[in-house]
């Protein structure tokens, strides 16, 4: 089974929110982004909507999902609400404690990459792998 027909225009619309992202972050998570739609294309029915899902902005979910978040963090950047404005969210111990040991391994991936790649990105270092 292949993802919904949907998912093309998700990932066409999150690479254009990426448009507006500082560039290391822009090249990062395109990338990323990139690698995880490829990694899900063949996916079967339940996960591809359980991966759409948390990709996806829509007005029926709250801004916890990724493409919503990254939308309302540009424009907060853009109308100045926030001195600094900081993308992504802070990751609960509980939200780690459901992520698979690959999971885990990617975001342990993304951070050194964020770090190592531009200094100006900040990256929480508090990240510990589950137990």
């Known amino acids: 089974a292949a993802m919904p027909g949907g998912a093309r225009g998700l990932y066409r619309r999150i690479l254009l929110l990426h448009r507006a992202l500082p ?3 822009r ?3 395109d990338r990323y982004v990139k690698e995880e739609f490829r990694k899900h294309k063949a996916a079967g029915p339940a996960e591809a909507q359980r991966f759409l899902r948390e990709w996806e902005a829509s007005a029926r979910r709250p801004a916890g999902n ?6 309302q963090q540009i424009n907060e950047d853009k109308q100045n609400l926030r001195e600094k ?6 990751l609960t111990e509980e939200k780690l404690n459901d992520f698979r040991d690959e999971q ?3 975001l342990k991936e993304l951070m050194e990459e964020a770090t190592k790649a ?3 990105i900040t ?3 508090d990240l510990k792998h589950k137990n």
């Not at 990724?66 to 939308?71: D, F, M, P, R, T």
């Not at 404005?85 to 802070?90: F, M």
């Open 104 to 106: 885990i391994g990617q």
């Open 123 to 125: 990256v929480s270092k």
């Open 85 to 90: 404005t900081v993308y992504g969210i802070q």
């Open 23 to 25: 560039a290391a972050l």
């Open 118 to 120: 531009n200094k100006k």
């Open 27 to 29: 090249a990062l998570g």
């Open 66 to 71: 990724y493409a919503a978040l990254i939308q």
